[in-house]
């Protein structure tokens, strides 16, 4: 194979790959650009105040974040796959009063009110007999705290229809009546039946464990007035039904709900996301703010003033269901990161209809906290409490074989029988 890769054939094969990609989808999202550049420049990106090295603020405040890792297939046996999940809760506080800028709060209190940290959780699911649905739902329902499924869902529904349906009772006449039933339990909420894959069975269960670590907090008596995600707000929609097709869409807006009245600030953070021309709006915040600018840039939607992007206007989950994302940069060593917000927050407590001036304000001073808290040299322009919670959870190769080498003890000391647990290709050194 080696030396098919180093043979020239193999560059002419990129060549054409590359020409092709420059020819199709680049020319096009170009001419997209040439239509949003100057409103961007001159209406969405903005730099930011940041505060001084050596600020005292009048009240110092918790930060929360949530991150979560894991593997698919800690053992195969046969068509079962055991799923190991692991998350970290971090709170940290600005602690402005001292040297040390957000430092964890005592590891004793937190694990005191949220549990033992990081967390670390294990559970099977076959995919080839026709209960993939049923055991799938077994186990959201277990990891999720809040186990009223009527509970789970209607913030999604009150979010939705801008507060038309608050009760179960309210869907009648709606256009959702027809499921009312489907709604009363977990399975139903699962409704991506014909793409339950190892690989998506794996995701929906690590989220909805980083989300069940989000309410424990949020139900604690810890009142972070940050809670960090890592990922998006995004939200996959049943195309006919018109709500989630899977069941951590609707937790997400619960968590989105509960955080409102907690007064907490819920954001979503992420590295790697699928905003185009990321790299355009970075070189246009070069030109307009200099070199070393710390800026961020809203991305509206359609019914925000002005409209959406033409950029975004045929992106899949962009803008997101319910959610206001952003672009910022607070280094000139990273590519731009994307933020999240819960529309219904930010309608109530960043925008002001009618008053773009105050708006920008209200913005300005929400991602000056934001850079704040991500100064640390050793993640510097990445939120700090998200990179420990990265570091916290996060399963190596090591991690991984070794927690295989206690898997084929604990069988052996269960009594069961021998059959491998390796996989099949190790049998052929492969």
Not at 170 to 180: R, W
Not at 190 to 216: D, G, W
Not at 249 to 260: V, W, Y
Request: charged share 30%.
């Amino acid at each position: 194979m080696l030396e098919k890769i180093l043979a020239e054939k193999f560059r002419k094969t990129l060549k054409l790959v590359f020409s092709d990609i420059s020819n199709q989808q680049d020319r096009r999202d170009e001419q997209e650009f040439v239509k949003d550049e100057v409103r961007i420049r001159e209406k969405l990106l903005t730099s930011i105040d940041t505060y001084p090295s050596d600020v005292v603020l009048d009240d110092d405040f918790l930060v929360a974040a949530v991150d979560g890792s894991g593997t698919e297939s800690l053992v195969t046996l046969d068509d079962i796959r055991v799923h190991l999940l692991s998350t970290s809760t971090i709170v940290l506080t600005s602690n402005t009063h001292s040297d040390s800028l957000f430092s964890p709060i005592d590891r004793a209190t937190l694990e005191k009110e949220v549990g033992e940290q990081p967390h670390v959780d294990a559970h099977w699911h076959s995919g080839v007999r026709n209960d993939a649905r049923e055991k799938m739902a077994e186990s959201l329902a277990e990891i999720y705290p809040l186990k009223d499924i009527i509970s789970i869902i209607l913030p999604f529904f009150r979010d939705y229809t801008d507060g038309k349906i608050t009760s179960i009772s309210d869907f009648a006449g709606s256009e959702f009546a027809p499921y009312t039933e489907r709604l009363r339990e977990m399975r139903s909420l699962i409704s991506r039946t014909q793409v339950l894959t190892n690989t998506t069975v794996h995701e929906e269960l690590r989220k909805v464990s980083e989300y069940a670590a989000v309410r424990h907090l949020l139900e604690s008596d810890l009142c972070p007035k940050y809670m960090l995600l890592d990922g998006a707000m995004s939200i996959f929609m049943h195309f006919v039904r018109h709500y989630p097709s899977m069941p951590s869409g609707f937790m997400l807006r619960d968590l989105c709900s509960l955080a409102r009245q907690k007064n907490v600030i819920l954001c979503a953070v992420s590295k790697n996301h699928t905003i185009p021309f990321a790299h355009r709006i970075a070189n246009v915040a070069k030109d307009q703010l200099g070199e070393g600018a710390k800026w961020f840039c809203h991305l509206p939607s359609k019914d925000d003033p002005g409209g959406g992007l033409h950029i975004i206007e045929e992106r899949a989950y962009i803008p997101p269901m319910l959610a206001v994302p952003y672009l910022f940069s607070f280094s000139r060593d990273n590519r731009p990161s994307r933020i999240d917000f819960d529309r219904v927050w930010w309608l109530k407590n960043v925008f002001v209809a009618g008053d773009p001036k105050s708006t920008r304000e209200n913005e300005k001073a929400l991602f000056r906290e934001i850079e704040f808290m991500s100064r640390d040299a050793r993640w510097y322009g990445y939120p700090v409490a998200l990179a420990l919670a990265h570091e916290s959870c996060k399963l190596s190769f090591e991690d991984l074989r070794i927690a295989k080498e206690i898997v084929r003890d604990v069988r052996h000391e269960l009594g069961f029988d021998d059959r491998k647990t390796d996989s099949y290709r190790a049998d052929y050194n492969l």
